[in-house]
């Protein structure tokens, strides 16, 4: 059986304080532990900041309610793309570099003192971004295009954040350095870091050519510089969103292998052909950042068709194989349990298990905005869906139903296990991973709707229609999901929170880590 | 099947041989779904009606603002709106937050339209009547698409890019007579 305890490589390690992991055998050191506690702890209250923005504005597009006013929106509509497109998933990140390169390895962090300095500065960039655009400053959506222009603040904000990502690749990069000089590992990674690795180079492209569109849009807020071609800025700024995008994507295929892996023990079939689809990520992820200017002056068709649409198709391939991969492990893992039949293995697992929920609707909800995203980046279909709520309906399947769904699965064993506490009521986290899926399949519904009738993304009112009145059932559902995906999204927070603070204490591995296989 | 490799360890040696028949078979499923794709998108650029015929210059905002006002002064009746007669192009600016001037066409006959921005990105969306134009209008760009409405009627057009506080109010309309 190749699930084998790894060998200890403690000889050479100093006297940091330490345990040994009841559930997988491996040696946790308290200083990334807390490291990665920290970051996690900020994801969720980055998500919660992210939820209340979305449920706002949800409410002021559905035209029974129109909570908000127009200028409140827009504030609205940046603060839930910073909270939950940014903020959120790049400090779970970042728990997961910290997670993946230390416990995994069984080494201590290359330097925990910069592994602070990189939390500090995430959180005082959040901080400041989440600050200026409550004010009321920096109603520019998270895109900020220029001409339009913030106050200065919001874009230090995402200069502050960016550094402090990057000390943390930095930190993550030298950890790999420093386990292998240390005989933690030979040959190649484990899989999970092996995939955590391909996100955090992802994250430097995507940091880089952030830097090229943030620097210049900072001077030209703060005056120093007359103009920046915003056509220009989009292929940047995409080169820093698009790219952040994947990292998400890679980062939720590895929270898909860790929830397999936690819940019932499988792998991947074949280590090959999965660590072959991460490297495809590397390779194909870049060029189809031209899919956001399909329907934009400025580049020719060929390169429009070549970019956005012919590697578009590609970087569907990466994401089938791992779709492939996590159910045929984990049904060749039942296998070997001894699950008989086509599809008897399927019975084998336990879907009451919060994690196995969480998985079950992230695969699916992942393939629907697959689907959406091959349509909308073909060429001729991104006429129809440009801009229209087609395209919040691909987001929130890919980026809410794919990785935070993925993330909130393996946030629900992972915080567990590095605080020692059981999670806080089970069932009501089962309860709160169906409920989430079935509001964003609602959410993502009532949204693919509206854009297929060709309402703008964006406006905060949608009673201008030449047919209003067609427009308003969806988006008053619309508004309905957003509430319902909401409220499991709240009590994914309060069940974290309850899990930190009131979680019984135990070291049974039952408990911390319940098993998902089904006699 | 193999043996089932945890993913939180080092593979055991010899990961990297061939791989099994079923992944190699997968492999190739998807490789020609992504071929037929693209074969389909690649020939539906010759073949099918459904490409907006676009194309963008350059230009600058002043330089457009004159071309649109000379336009506009010189098809613009009393109605205040912009008869363009069959076969001529057009000129719209986008703004904020209205698309100028209010043009009225005539159904059944093909225009070019060419329309770019005063200040901000903006979104050019022709909603619904079965038309395709959808375009990021953008300062310093022109961009020219052929529109040709069938039927006669009010076509609304919206700005579909954040473009300022008021962008919910940024719309318009195309009127096509017989």
Known sequence: MAYAQPAP???RIGEERSRVCSVTGLRVYAGPQALTLANAVAAVLALAAGGVFGIAMALTRAPSLELLGSKAYYAALTGHGVAALVLWPVFFEVAAMVFTSTVLLNVRAWSLKVGWASFALMVAGAGLLLGIVVAGHASVGFTAYPPLVAHQLFYLGYLVFAVGVLLAI???????????????YAGTLPLLTYGVAVAAILALLAIVSGLVALVPAWLYSLGWIGSVEPIVYRGWFWGLGHTLQYVNVVAMVVAWYGIAALTLKAGPVNQKFTRFAFVLYVLLTVPVLGHHFLVDPGLSTDVKVVGGTLFGFGLGVPSLMHGLAVIGGSEARLRERGATGLFGWLRRVDYGNASIGALVCSLLLFAIGGWSGTVETTVQLNMLTHNTMWVPAHVHAIVVGGTTLAFMGFAYLLVPLLVRRQLWMPKLATAQAYLYGLGLLALVATQTWAGMLGIPRRVSRVDVGADPHSWRLPMDLMGAAASLAGLAGALFVVIMVMTLLRGKRTEDASLLAPSAERA | MAAVESPVTAPAPGWGRRLPADERIFMWLVLASVVVMSAFTVGWLFLGRQNVPASFERTTPAAWGAKVSAFAAKYQRADG?????????????ALRYAFYPTLVLEAGHSYRLWISSEDV??????????????????PNHAYGATFTPAKPGRYLIVCNELCGLQHERMQGFIYVER
Do not use: D
């Open chain 2, 81 to 93: 709106r912009v008869h363009v007669p069959p076969g001529k192009e057009a000129y719209m600016m």
């Open chain 2, 121 to 138: 990105l903006h979104g050019f969306s022709v909603v619904g009547g079965g038309q395709n134009i959808n375009l990021e209008v953008s």
């Open chain 1, 9 to 11: 490589v403690l000889a």
């Open chain 1, 170 to 184: 930095v930190n993550f990069a030298l950890t790999l350095v420093k386990a292998r000089l240390e005989g933690a």
